[in-house]
């Protein structure tokens, strides 16, 4: 490319720079980029095994949707199944056997890009999370509106939530 086409292309880049968050913030999610992305502190790929555990569907989702396994290391996943009676303020207790087959498959199925040391009893607390939604990519008011309630109701901004898809395309943001 000759001079006089690359110094217009660069002011054109560096004024995109600036307006456009987006562009700051663009997100390289191959194996390779993702490495050392967020402190390590990263979702695993994919999120949701194709097959899901039936027992799991039903003692994870009376309070909450069942966060998708691949949202978490499996550090994290142990240590929140060992604290259920004292979960979040309320007790999700379960007997030993129920315990260890909803632990062992959020285990199998947990962040396989998870390389920080951390093992957060919240996703909302993960770097990858703060990231995606912080100030940049949401209007901060949002979170106050009383559809959402908590940034932990996955579901009042991503409808498919449950099925464990946080596509860009299928985000609504309620009003
Ligand atoms: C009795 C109700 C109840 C049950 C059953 C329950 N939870 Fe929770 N869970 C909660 C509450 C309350 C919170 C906090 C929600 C908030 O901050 O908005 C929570 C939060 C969580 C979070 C953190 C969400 C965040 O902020 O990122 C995870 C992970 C989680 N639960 C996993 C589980 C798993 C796994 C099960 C099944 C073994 C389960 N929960 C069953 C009540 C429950
Ligand atoms: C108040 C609305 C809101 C809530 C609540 C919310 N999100 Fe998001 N989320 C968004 C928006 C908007 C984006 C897009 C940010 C961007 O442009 O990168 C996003 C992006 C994401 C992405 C990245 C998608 C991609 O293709 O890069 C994931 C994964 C995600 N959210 C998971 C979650 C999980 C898990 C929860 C609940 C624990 C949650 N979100 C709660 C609004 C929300």
Redesign the pocket.
């Known amino acids: 490319m000759s001079r006089q086409r690359i110094l217009p292309l660069l002011a054109v880049a560096v004024l995109a720079a600036s307006f456009s968050v987006n562009f700051v913030h663009a997100d390289d999610d191959s194996e390779q980029g993702s490495r050392a992305k967020y402190s390590g502190e990263n979702r695993g790929k994919p999120l949701q095994p194709k097959q899901s555990n039936s027992l799991?569907q039903q003692?994870?989702?009376?309070?909450?949707l069942?966060?998708a396994p691949g949202?978490?290391p499996a550090a994290?996943?142990r240590k929140?199944?060992a604290g259920?009676d004292k979960?979040?303020?309320?007790?999700?207790s379960?007997d030993a056997r129920d315990?260890k087959e909803?632990t062992d498959f959020?285990v199998k199925h947990s962040s396989n890009r998870w390389s920080a040391a951390t093992a957060?009893?919240?996703?909302?607390?993960?770097a990858w999370?703060k990231r995606k939604h912080d100030a940049h990519e949401i209007d901060p008011a949002v979170w106050n509106n009383p559809q959402v309630?908590?940034?932990?109701?996955c579901a009042a901004c991503h409808p498919q939530a449950e099925r464990g898809n946080f596509n860009d395309d299928d985000i609504k943001i309620p009003k």
């Not at 979960?87 to 999700?92: E, K, L, P, V, Y």
């Not at 957060?120 to 993960?126: D, G, M, V």
């Not at 309630?149 to 109701?153: D, V, Y």
């Open positions: 799991f003692e994870c989702s009376s309070c909450h069942a966060y949202l978490l994290s996943w929140i199944m259920l979960h979040f303020g309320s007790d999700a379960l315990n909803i959020l957060p009893l919240r996703i909302t607390e993960s999370f309630k908590s940034p932990a109701n």
